[in-house]
C-alpha cells in the first residue's frame, strides 16, 4: 500500500484539537499521525513502520517510536479526556451505569519481550503473549474502554523489579479507581472473576455486581448441598423452569437463593436461551431483583466482546516492542482510535452527515475516503512531472 496521507480529515482534526494541551508541539505532531495511522491502516498491519508509510511526507520513523517508548506524557489524562469526550455525546443515565471487566492476549513471538508469559486464550489455547486486563465502562448506547492493566507472572515482574498482582488483584484495583457516575453501578465479569475477593471489593465500594460462574462450584439449596450443574439437572426435571422474553429473547430460567462456601448468600440465575439451548449460570448480589432484571443486566457484557472486535481490527496488540510500557501506551494509542471513532460517527450522525449511525467498520471507511479526497487534491494542485508524482508517492 503506497502512502497516501496528506492531511488530517476536517472533522477528525477538530477532535485532535481536543488534546492539543497534554503535549508539547513534536509530540502532539505525532499524536495526530499515530492516531490517523492507525485507523487508515484498514486491514493492513498498524504497527510504528506501516503507519509511518501511511504518509506522504514520511518523517524520521525514530521521532514516531520515540513518542511511544519514551512517553513523557500522561496517558491518563488522555485516557479521561477521551472518555470526556465520548460521554458529551449523548444523555447520560443517571440512575444505573455498568462496568465491564474482562482480559483478552496479544500473542506475541519472543522470550525476550518484556512482561510476555504463556497465558490461556479460548480461541488460541495457551500462547506465548501479552495479558491485558481491561475494563469497559457502558452507559446507556455508550461503552468507552477506561482502564488498560498488563498482567504478567510473577518471574516476569520479578526480571522487571515491579510488584506482582494477579488478574483478580488488577481487577480489584479498577474497582477502586473508579469514580461513579450514576447512582447505581454494576459490575458484570465471566467466571473467571467471580469469587470472594472481587464480591468483597464491589460490597465495600456499595457497587452491585453479576459473573458467570462455574457448573461444578458448590453450593447450599434449601439445606442440601449441589453442584450447580446438578441443581439445574434437578430443577428442570421438577419443572421450576419458566419462559421469559428479555431484550427480545426468549430464555428459560429459574432463579435460586443459595449459599455459597467461602462467598456468603447469593443468587444464582441459570438460564437456556430458546433457540440456540445454551445454558448460562450467572451469580449475583442482585438478590432482590427478578429474573428479568438480572438477564438484562447481564446482556450488557456483550459489549466488551465487541470492543475487543473492533479494537483488534484497529491494531490492538500488533507492536514489536521491547518494553512492557511501550506496549501498553500502544494499547492505550489503540483504545483511544476506537474512542474517537465513536465519538465521529455519533457527529456524523448529528449533523445529519450520514442518514444513520455508522458501524465502527464503516466509520473507518469514511475516514480512509476522506483522506483519500485530501490526496486527490494535494496531486491535483501539485505542479509537478509524471515522474516526480509517482516518486512523491512512492510506489516502490
Given at each position: 500500500m503506497?502512502g497516501?496521507?496528506?492531511?488530517i480529515?476536517?472533522?477528525?482534526?477538530?477532535?485532535?484539537?481536543?488534546f492539543?494541551?497534554?503535549?508539547?508541539?513534536?509530540?502532539?505532531?505525532?499524536?495526530?499521525?499515530a492516531e490517523l495511522?492507525l485507523i487508515?491502516?484498514?486491514?493492513?498491519?498498524?504497527?510504528?513502520?506501516?503507519v509511518?508509510?501511511?504518509?506522504?511526507?514520511?518523517?524520521?520513523?525514530?521521532?514516531?517510536?520515540?513518542f511511544?517508548t519514551?512517553a513523557?506524557?500522561?496517558v491518563?489524562?488522555?485516557?479521561?479526556?477521551?472518555?470526556?469526550?465520548?460521554?458529551?455525546?449523548?444523555?447520560?443515565?443517571?440512575?444505573?451505569?455498568y462496568?465491564?471487566?474482562?482480559?483478552?492476549?496479544?500473542?506475541?513471538?519472543?522470550?525476550s519481550t518484556?512482561?510476555?508469559?504463556?497465558?490461556?486464550s479460548s480461541t488460541?489455547?495457551?500462547?506465548?503473549?501479552?495479558?491485558y486486563?481491561?475494563?469497559?465502562?457502558?452507559?446507556?448506547?455508550?461503552?468507552?474502554?477506561?482502564?488498560?492493566?498488563?498482567y504478567g507472572?510473577k518471574?516476569?515482574?520479578?526480571?522487571?523489579?515491579?510488584?506482582?498482582?494477579t488478574?483478580?488483584?488488577?481487577?480489584?484495583?479498577?474497582?477502586?479507581?473508579?469514580?461513579?457516575?450514576a447512582?447505581?453501578?454494576?459490575?458484570?465479569?465471566?467466571?473467571?472473576?467471580?469469587?470472594?475477593?472481587?464480591?468483597?471489593?464491589?460490597?465495600?465500594?456499595g457497587?452491585?455486581?453479576?459473573?458467570?460462574?462455574?457448573?461444578?462450584?458448590?453450593?447450599?439449596?434449601?439445606?442440601?448441598?449441589?453442584?450447580?450443574?446438578?441443581?439445574?439437572?434437578?430443577?428442570?426435571?421438577?419443572?421450576?423452569f419458566?419462559?421469559i422474553?428479555?431484550k427480545?429473547?426468549?430464555?428459560?430460567?429459574?432463579?435460586?437463593?443459595v449459599f455459597?462456601p467461602?462467598?456468603?448468600?447469593?443468587s444464582?440465575?441459570?438460564?437456556?436461551?430458546?433457540d440456540?439451548?445454551?445454558?448460562?449460570?450467572?451469580?449475583?448480589?442482585?438478590?432482590?431483583?427478578s429474573?428479568e432484571e438480572?438477564?438484562?443486566?447481564?446482556l450488557?457484557?456483550h459489549?466488551i466482546?465487541d470492543?475487543?472486535?473492533e479494537?483488534k481490527?484497529?491494531?490492538f496488540g500488533?507492536?514489536?516492542?521491547?518494553?512492557s510500557?511501550?506496549?501498553?501506551?500502544?494499547?492505550?494509542?489503540?483504545?483511544?482510535?476506537?474512542?474517537?471513532l465513536?465519538?465521529l460517527?455519533?457527529r456524523?450522525?448529528?449533523?445529519s452527515?450520514?442518514?444513520?449511525?455508522?458501524s465502527?467498520?464503516?466509520?473507518?471507511?469514511w475516514?480512509?475516503?476522506?483522506?483519500?479526497?485530501?490526496f486527490?487534491h494535494?496531486?491535483?494542485?501539485?505542479?509537478?512531472?509524471?515522474?516526480?508524482?509517482?516518486?512523491?508517492?512512492?510506489?516502490?
Open positions: 503506497f497516501f496521507i496528506t492531511g480529515p476536517r472533522r477528525l482534526k477538530h477532535l485532535f484539537s481536543k492539543k494541551r497534554f503535549f508539547t508541539k513534536p509530540q502532539y505532531g505525532n499524536f495526530c499521525r495511522g487508515v491502516a484498514g486491514k493492513s498491519e498498524h504497527d510504528i513502520k506501516s509511518n508509510q501511511q504518509f506522504i511526507d514520511r518523517k524520521d520513523q525514530s521521532s514516531l517510536n520515540r511511544i519514551n513523557n506524557w500522561n491518563n489524562d488522555v485516557a479521561n479526556q477521551a472518555k470526556t469526550l465520548l460521554l458529551s455525546e449523548s444523555n447520560i443515565d443517571r440512575s444505573v451505569e462496568k465491564i471487566i474482562d482480559d483478552t492476549v496479544c500473542r506475541k513471538y519472543s522470550q518484556e512482561m510476555v508469559c504463556y497465558n490461556h488460541m489455547g495457551t500462547v506465548l503473549s501479552h495479558d486486563v481491561t475494563s469497559l465502562y457502558v452507559n446507556n448506547s455508550l461503552a468507552v474502554p477506561d482502564s488498560l492493566k498488563m507472572n518471574k516476569k515482574c520479578r526480571e522487571k523489579g515491579i510488584e506482582f498482582k488478574r483478580l488483584q488488577l481487577a480489584c484495583d479498577m474497582i477502586d479507581e473508579h469514580t461513579p457516575i447512582k447505581k453501578t454494576i459490575w458484570l465479569w465471566d467466571s473467571w472473576f467471580t469469587c470472594q475477593e472481587m464480591a468483597s471489593k464491589c460490597k465495600a465500594h457497587y452491585s455486581w453479576i459473573g458467570e460462574i462455574k457448573s461444578n462450584r458448590i453450593v447450599f439449596y434449601e439445606g442440601k448441598r449441589y453442584r450447580i450443574d446438578e441443581l439445574f439437572d434437578k430443577l428442570r426435571s421438577e419443572g421450576g419458566f419462559d422474553v428479555v427480545g429473547e426468549v430464555y428459560s430460567a429459574f432463579k435460586a437463593d455459597m467461602k462467598m456468603g448468600y447469593f444464582i440465575v441459570m438460564n437456556v436461551k430458546a440456540t439451548k445454551e445454558v448460562h449460570f450467572l451469580c449475583t448480589d442482585l438478590v432482590s431483583c429474573v438480572i438477564l438484562g443486566h447481564a450488557e457484557r459489549r466482546e470492543f475487543y472486535k479494537a481490527a484497529l491494531g500488533e507492536y514489536r516492542f521491547r518494553t510500557e511501550a506496549a501498553l501506551i500502544h494499547a492505550h494509542l489503540v483504545a483511544l482510535a476506537h474512542t474517537l465513536d465519538v460517527r455519533r456524523l450522525l448529528r449533523y452527515i450520514v442518514k444513520s449511525l455508522l465502527f467498520e464503516a466509520t473507518v471507511e475516514v480512509r475516503r476522506k483522506a483519500m479526497h485530501l486527490i494535494k496531486l491535483r494542485d501539485a505542479n509537478l512531472s509524471t515522474r516526480s508524482l509517482l516518486r512523491l508517492i512512492n510506489t516502490k
